[in-house]
């Protein structure tokens, strides 16, 4: 439904917007590691901390198992890039104590603006094919 009242605006109105597709580094590892309830728990706090980062009128919603979806309307140019960073430090810098021990994850990001004409579809695949090359030029992140 954001996505649909974004791309809207956007070509009704000329409102640029911007969709970020952030993904829990090693989610299925830590999982392994550290348990479900933990993967859980440190899921919260991404969430938390994502939320925290963004502005009011920024959507941040659950996409897949160890991806979020967030849409940020009037973002564009070097302000995407910013906001990616900023993302990326404060996910970094968060954690929880899990059975005596401080653990904590990082996140990959791909964005998307949306073109003239696009379409939800065209735009969420552009966002994920932009995370998907961030993971591959990146190489794999460090391990939990």
């Known amino acids: 439904m954001h996505l649909h009242e974004s791309l809207h605006a956007f070509t009704q109105f000329g409102i640029p917007f911007t969709v970020f597709c952030v993904q829990v580094d090693q989610l299925n590892?830590?999982?392994?590691?550290?348990?479900?309830?933990?993967?859980d728990a440190i899921l919260r706090v991404v969430s938390h901390s994502m939320r925290n980062t963004?502005?009011?009128?920024?959507?941040l919603g659950?996409?897949?198992?160890d991806r979020f979806l967030a849409i940020l309307p009037e973002c564009e140019g070097r302000a995407v890039q910013n906001v990616g960073e900023r993302i990326?430090?404060?996910?970094?810098?968060?954690?929880?104590?899990?059975?005596?021990?401080?653990?904590?994850?990082?996140?990959?990001l791909?964005?998307?603006?949306?073109?003239?004409?696009?379409?939800?579809?065209?735009?969420?695949?552009a966002a994920e094919r932009s995370?998907?090359?961030?993971?591959?030029?990146?190489?794999?992140?460090?391990r939990p």
């Open 110 to 125: 791909g964005s998307a603006s949306a073109p003239p004409g696009d379409s939800i579809e065209s735009l969420c695949a």
């Open 29 to 39: 590892h830590f999982t392994q590691i550290h348990g479900r309830e933990a993967a």
């Open 54 to 59: 963004l502005r009011g009128t920024d959507f």
């Open 88 to 108: 990326r430090r404060v996910v970094s810098c968060s954690s929880i104590q899990w059975w005596g021990d401080r653990v904590s994850v990082t996140v990959s």
């Open 131 to 142: 995370l998907l090359e961030t993971l591959e030029g990146e190489g794999p992140p460090p």
């Open 62 to 65: 659950r996409w897949t198992e």
